[in-house]
């Protein structure tokens, strides 16, 4: 009963930046537990950003001082901010939040870093 819709990916430069939103909609408690994943081809998904019920944030290593998730909860938005992109953050983005113990994934959007 949760939907989750990323967009703002595309196509960026080495070294440029992209504003990825997940818009919740649906049965919505709160925006706790939400997080960022990303999955590059012939590769895992792994966690890019999660920020918790409190609001406190964590980051993979790779992307940590580059990245930074926020959430408005106004707009039911969780937001990725990404700075000085690398190609190998080049991948899908996902968007994940837990609720009643379900995870609810939206369908991604396409990050490419290249010049």
């Known amino acids: 009963q949760v939907q989750l819709v990323e967009s703002g990916g595309g196509l960026v430069q080495p070294g440029g930046s992209l504003r990825l939103s997940c818009v919740a909609s649906?049965?919505?408690?709160?925006?706790?537990?939400m997080g960022w994943y990303r999955q590059a081809p012939g590769k895992q998904r792994e966690l890019v950003a999660r920020?918790?019920?409190?609001?406190?944030?964590n980051y993979a290593d790779s992307v940590k001082g580059r990245f930074t998730i926020s959430r408005d909860n106004a707009k039911n938005t969780v937001y990725l901010q990404m700075n000085s992109l690398k190609p190998e953050d080049t991948a899908v983005y996902y968007c994940?939040?837990?609720?009643?113990?379900?995870?609810?994934w939206g369908l991604g959007t396409q990050v490419t870093v290249s010049s």
């Open positions: 994940k939040k837990t609720q009643a113990v379900r995870d609810y």
């Open positions: 649906g049965t919505i408690f709160n925006l706790n537990n």
């Open positions: 920020i918790t019920s409190a609001g406190n944030t």
